[in-house]
């Protein structure tokens, strides 16, 4: 059944079945077309009998402020990628609706990296960025269609005008900043487990934190010496890579002591930071010049973060931390090697 509305109001169905009668002399099936109201036909509403296919499509259009965490979702009309059936005229018409594109383009109009994933009803599509989407940009959103017809057992391209017919949502939208440390949220699995009893000091020298989307520009500032610290009563560090390709963070596993609650932080130090102050204190370098005779002076004060946490990892504070943790996991080491 087709409808439109609500000025005019217009409905188009198909009544059909089978009849059997005394005892199978005469049997056959029948079909009806129904119609009620005023069909208005808009323009290039040839496929599928003008039906709109793209629903929705978030972000809303100049929505500002966007998470850069966001999945832009499309919503159809029909299931995609599958066949269709769609009664006329002349008989069912098997169609198919495939999305074609769904992505993101910044504004140098290139596309972001991601993938497509489809809901179980088909009906629903969401694009996952590799990477969180970019700080502060204005980008868009796409979403386009295409139509194939079964013709003769084979789906054949839709043409309109000579012209492949497809349908497309676009949506304009900025972002807000990103974080300057890396959410629990955004952690697919890492070993240690988060919450992990029992962890075996011999059983592996690696770990790993592999995040659901990448954080790239948290490692990329050349200012930044990144490590890894683990923590019970005393800390020690250990290096670690990150991988932008896969979005992981590796790193090895020190020597660690039996039966402790450790913390794990993946911190970057400031490699333009003073190195008489504290782990945890912040340089300050303050000028005074004078301007005039009355003694009036300008005062420029610098100050100098010498660390940045990414991650916490903890069960028991063992060091201080100069800020707060964006994320809290633990391990514990067991009374076994």
């Not at 809303?60 to 599958?82: L, M, S, W, Y």
């Not at 990329?220 to 896969?246: C, H, K, M, Q, R």
């Amino acid at each position: 059944m087709q409808a439109k509305g609500p000025n005019p109001y217009w409905v188009r169905g198909y009544l059909g079945g089978y009849y059997n009668l005394l005892g199978g002399l005469i049997k056959g099936r029948f079909r009806f077309k129904m119609e009620f109201g005023e069909e208005c036909v808009l323009e290039n509403s040839s496929v599928l009998g003008g039906m709109k296919i793209i629903t929705d499509l978030t972000p809303k259009k100049d929505e500002t402020n966007v998470d850069v965490f966001a999945i832009p979702q499309a919503t159809f009309g029909v299931r995609v990628n599958e066949p269709i059936v769609i009664p006329e005229d002349d008989g069912d018409h098997t169609y198919k609706v495939v999305v074609e594109k769904m992505t993101i383009i910044d504004d140098q109009g290139k596309e972001i990296k991601g993938v497509i994933e489809y809901a179980n009803s088909k009906d629903l599509a969401n694009f996952v960025s590799d990477d969180i989407l970019p700080p502060n940009k204005t980008l868009k959103a796409l979403a386009q269609v295409s139509f194939m017809e079964k013709k003769n057992g084979i789906y054949e391209v839709v043409m309109v005008d000579g012209q492949k017919a497809i349908e497309i949502e676009e949506r304009i939208f900025t972002t807000g900043s990103a974080p300057e440390a890396i959410p629990l949220s955004n952690i697919k699995y890492a070993y240690p487990v988060v919450d992990q009893e029992n962890y075996y000091r011999g059983e592996t020298s690696n770990g790993y934190i592999k995040l659901k989307r990448g954080q790239d520009y948290l490692f990329e500032d050349p200012n930044w010496g990144t490590s890894v610290l683990f923590a019970a009563e005393s800390p020690i560090e250990s290096n670690f890579s990150y991988n932008n390709a896969d979005n992981i963070v590796n790193f090895k596993v020190p020597d660690l002591a039996k039966q402790k609650d450790y913390t794990l932080a993946l911190i970057a130090k400031n490699k333009n930071g003073s190195n008489g102050a504290s782990d945890n204190d912040t340089v300050e370098n303050t000028e005074k010049t004078e301007e005039s005779s009355d003694g009036s002076a300008v005062s420029v004060t610098t100050e100098i973060k010498k660390h940045r946490v990414f991650l916490k990892m903890e069960r028991s504070t063992g060091f201080p931390m100069c800020s707060e943790p964006v994320s809290i996991i633990h391990f514990q080491t067991s009374f076994l090697l």
